[in-house]
């Protein structure tokens, strides 16, 4: 099957699926768009978004974690979304922001109790995806990972969807303010993309569009308002974003507060941490 990359933007104040000719992003009626002038949108609508905390070996070993024999997951939640060239929030008295520069596979057609080796049929593309955790409620949301992952913005998906596009052997980078930070390749992950949604789709209903973020290769290292942040992946192209930090405190007279623990630090800091060799290896479950 032939590449062919959709993105939706915003044309003439409408919401529209376009496809990429070169640079050019081109309407069904016509119009056409500057791909770099272009405001992106989520190229899908998913019902749902689901996540592998660690799945490529340079992460694992990083995070001196053993894995499981199967993977697990969390949800991250669809108000999370965000597209290109979007804005993430930090929230104001928040300070562990980090990024996890990740490949999203998109669901094609609605899959349930599938075998790995029919997954691909119901795949319709992939898109870069990053993300982002705010580590500061770690203390509080280890199990569920929800508001660690789930606040709003903290889940880029673009710039576009691209079907016909081989996983195999890819290379996978983050860069901040230009700096390569993770650098991996798609070889690493134990377990593939048609696993994964095979695994999900034996008791869960993926319906078209839903989103499955497949894990981040080592160096998740914290980002802060003003930096600019590039996932790139081999054949798919960048997603790009910026860090702000937003107007409005987070709230004290409710919930956990955030903390600065030794498990906030040590994750979100990971091998840059004065004390990390000190903790013990685990079996999985870090997220």
């Known amino acids: 099957m032939p590449l062919r990359e959709t993105r939706r933007i915003l044309l003439d104040g409408n919401t529209v699926d376009v496809e990429r000719y070169g640079d050019e992003l081109v309407a069904g009626d016509g119009r056409a768009n500057a791909q770099d002038k272009a405001v992106h949108i989520a190229p899908v609508l998913p019902t749902q978004n689901i996540s592998v905390p660690l799945n ?146 034996r008791t869960i209903t993926l319906q078209p569009g839903d989103i499955l973020l497949s894990g981040t290769p080592a160096i998740s290292r914290t980002v802060y308002p003003g930096d600019v942040v590039e996932v790139e992946v081999e054949g798919l192209g960048t997603l790009r974003n910026h860090i702000v930090e937003g107007p409005t405190p987070i709230r004290t007279d409710v919930g956990a ?12 800091k990971g091998g840059d941490w004065e004390f990390r060799g000190v903790r013990k290896p685990q079996t999985s479950g870090t997220h």
């Open 56 to 201: 490529y070996a340079s992460r694992v070993e990083e995070m001196m974690v053993t894995l499981p024999p199967a993977p697990t997951y969390f949800h991250k939640p669809v108000s999370a979304l965000n597209a290109h060239e979007s804005a993430v929030v930090r929230p104001l008295g928040c300070k562990w922001l980090n990024y996890e520069g990740e490949i999203a596979i998109v669901i094609g057609r609605t899959a349930r109790n599938i075998s790995p080796d029919d997954a691909g049929d119901y795949i319709r593309g992939y898109s870069i995806a990053n993300d982002y955790g705010l580590h500061d409620f770690r203390d509080t949301d280890s199990g569920s990972m929800l508001r660690v992952k789930g606040a709003d913005t903290l889940c880029p998906v673009g710039p576009g969807l691209v079907e016909g596009w081989d996983f195999h052997g890819k290379q996978i980078r983050t860069l901040v303010n230009g700096h390569v930070r993770q650098d991996g390749n798609t070889n690493e992950m134990k377990w593939e993309m048609h696993y994964l949604v095979a695994d999900i789709a």
């Open 257 to 268: 507060q955030p903390t600065e623990s030794e498990e906030v630090l040590s994750t979100a």
